[in-house]
């Protein structure tokens, strides 16, 4: 499975907009990106998947480059319940779905 | 989506019991895993709990210390077996979606919380 780099911690401020940038060098051609949200005392929920271009949801977008090398989580407008763990995974199609997960990214909102 | 409870949601237990801890999902499942999240830490994989057959151990895990059981399409149990103080951690059960939601998407139950003494 590709390996995953983040950034390990990421400071903002409500209403202000926030990317985070994930690399995985090593992506294969049936390989999906992957983002998990995990809150402290809670498990991690999928927030957004995709496989290049852009993808929107209500939550996030997702930003893929055409080579697929990385790719960039943004959250519109960030809140204090933003505040949480976000992870980058690359998850295999031929893999049984299984999740590694990686270091995660620990974003702080503040007032 | 699915719903997923854990029990129990914490422990605290003593080095070289064991401690079950079970997963109840509301919808019929066919992969469901198991991770260890230890303090601080990101998670990791333990297993996948297959229905009607051994579960798949990942490596640096073992059978004989994280049994795990799977009786139907909603249910399974895993057992941390001989504890010591370095079990200590919060142990979670998943479900796979990607089927219903054609996404690589799991949802996780809230989490066992363990603490060996």
């Known amino acids: 499975l590709a390996k995953t780099t983040q950034p390990i911690s990421m400071d903002s401020y409500e209403g202000q907009e926030v990317n985070i940038t994930c690399s995985h060098n090593n992506i294969a051609t049936n390989d999906y990106i992957t983002w998990y949200q995990q809150f402290p005392s809670q498990g991690p929920r999928f927030i957004i998947q995709?496989?290049?271009t852009k993808v929107t949801n209500e939550v996030a977008s997702l930003f893929i480059p055409a080579d697929r090398k990385s790719s960039t989580l943004s959250l519109p407008r960030v809140s204090l319940s933003d505040t949480a763990v976000y992870y980058c995974l690359v998850v295999s199609t031929g893999g049984g779905n299984k999740l590694t997960f990686g270091t995660g990214t620990q974003l702080k909102v503040e007032l | 989506s699915a719903v997923i409870s854990q029990k129990p949601s914490r422990d605290i237990c003593q080095r070289g019991t064991s401690l079950t801890i079970q997963c109840q999902v509301d919808?019929?499942?066919?992969?469901m895993f198991w991770y260890r999240q230890q303090p601080g830490q990101s998670l990791t994989l333990i297993a996948t709990?297959?229905?009607?057959?051994?579960?798949?151990?990942e490596s640096g895990f073992v059978i004989d210390k994280f049994p795990i059981s799977r009786p139907n399409l909603t249910f399974s149990t895993l057992t941390v077996s001989n504890m010591s103080p370095e079990d200590s951690s919060i142990y979670l059960c998943?479900?796979?979606?990607?089927?219903?939601?054609?996404?690589?998407?799991?949802?996780f139950g809230p989490g066992t919380r363990l603490t060996v003494l």
């Open positions: 919808s019929q499942v066919t992969m």
């Open positions: 709990a297959n229905q009607g057959s051994e579960a798949t151990y």
């Open positions: 998943s479900v796979d979606w990607s089927g219903t939601s054609g996404r690589g998407e799991q949802f």
């Open positions: 995709g496989y290049k």
